[in-house]
């Protein structure tokens, strides 16, 4: 069972903030085939991550196809992150709350590293929380962008929308 | 009435006693040296030893980047390059593991046999352990 007391818990280890939140839920296996950012876009067939404009796409590991979309620049950072999803057509925006008829992602960095994305759920009974595919391991959803701030992903430092009619 | 003592005799001479007591080979009770034996005992150490250090550099790879989002990070890591830094003799232990348990550590052996088991990145990690894990048992791990 994927949303069992083990998993949680090696989870909240993790991430202690999740501790107490009602959202929090595993809610798909671990996976390599996509990341966080890739999941932020709607991705699940590519793991997103900087790479050399020559590498693009990589095959070398096995279990994952790797690319960082659109020609940008090789950078693991919030300006290259927002430069992505302003491809995808989202606009930065001011904070993390449920609009309705906007998809939102929020992004994290440490330091000047961008190290996660998240993304608001905007349809169904689930709408207006958040969920993650964090790195390598599971899919949780959570009730708001800030309680998987801890000391490895840093802090939420931008939000993005994105319309859907 | 004369008094009779009975003094020691003079002029004895108490010589030491020696004792020898001979035994031929076939009753040695020495134990005798197996160098066999020993160098399985070597081997044996050498194998409880590496698969503890295989086993805590995995501990601590997982610990520090379960929920890494960048996979250069995630094979850059220090104990990950100890892992592959044992070459051939991870392999038997990263397929242990993988078969107890399929991860990313299956790149481990990407890195050291320079292969791939896969050619589309859409398998799942599951997918491709088990294929490691066959290719292992029908002795195929050095010719893949």
Known sequence: MINSELNRNKIIKAFPKLNGDKSFKIVDKASSNYNCIAWAANVTTCWWQSLALDKRPTFGLDGVKYD????VEDEFSIRVLVEIFTHLGYVVCEDGEYEDG????????????ATHAARQLSTGKNKGIWSSKLGTSFLIYHGTPYNIENERYGNVVAFMKKTMR | MPIIIDLPPQNIKVENTKIEHYVNDEQLDTPKIDYGTLKLDKDLFENI???????????????????????????ENDNFKK???????????????????????VWAL???????????????????????VRAYHNGRIQNV
């Open chain 2, 83 to 105: 892992i592959v830094e044992l070459k051939n003799k991870a392999i038997p232990l990263i397929i242990d593991e993988i078969d107890r348990e399929p991860s990313v550590l």
């Open chain 1, 102 to 113: 906007f998809k939102k992602v929020a992004f994290y960095a440490k330091d000047i590293l």
């Open chain 2, 110 to 132: 990407n890195i050291i046999t320079g292969k791939s088991l896969s050619s589309n990145g859409r398998e799942t990690i599951e997918e491709v352990c088990k294929k490691w």
């Open chain 1, 68 to 71: 960082w979309p659109f020609d």
């Open chain 2, 49 to 75: 030893y590496l698969k503890d250090k295989f086993s805590s550099l995995v501990d601590l790879w997982e610990q520090n980047t379960a929920f890494e989002s960048s996979i250069s990070n995630i094979i």
